[in-house]
C-alpha cells in the first residue's frame, strides 16, 4: 500500500501548489516508472500506483493546459538503493546496466527550463539496453 500513499501525497502536494504554479505559470514534473506503461505479475501494487501516476499527470495536464506546464517523467531502473531491500530474484545482476540518477535529474531541469508556450509532455529516460522498456 505504500506506493498508493506516495501516488496520494504526490496529488495532494500538486494541489497545495497549484495557485502559486499558476500565478507564475510554472510547472510540475511527476515520476512514474518504465513499469508504469507495462506491467508485470509479480509487483502488481506497483504497478497499479504507476500507472496511477501516469493517468493523473496526462488527466492533469489537460486541465492546465496553457496555465501550468506539467510533465510525466518514465525513468527506467536506475542505479539507487531502490532494490537494496528487494528479494534477490527481483534484483538486477551484477552486469545490469542501470542509468544514473544524474541523468534523470537532467531531464527534470530540461523539461522545467523550456521557453513559455512550450511544454515537454512526456519524457522516458533509461539506459539504452533498459528491459522493462518497451
Known sequence: WGYWNELLQGVHLTKAALPALKESHG???T???????KAVG???AY???KFGVVGFTRAL???LAGQVNVTLLIPGGMRTK???ERD???KPGPDAILNDPANVAAAIMFALAQPAGSAVR???VAAETETSYP
Open 61 to 63: 495536464a489537460a486541465e
Open 122 to 124: 512526456e519524457l522516458i
Open 47 to 49: 504497478c497499479a500506483a
Open 82 to 84: 531502490f532494490f537494496d
Open 42 to 44: 509479480d509487483a502488481t
Open 88 to 90: 534477490e530474484q527481483y
Open 27 to 29: 510547472g510540475v514534473v
Open 31 to 37: 515520476v512514474s516508472s518504465t513499469l508504469g506503461i
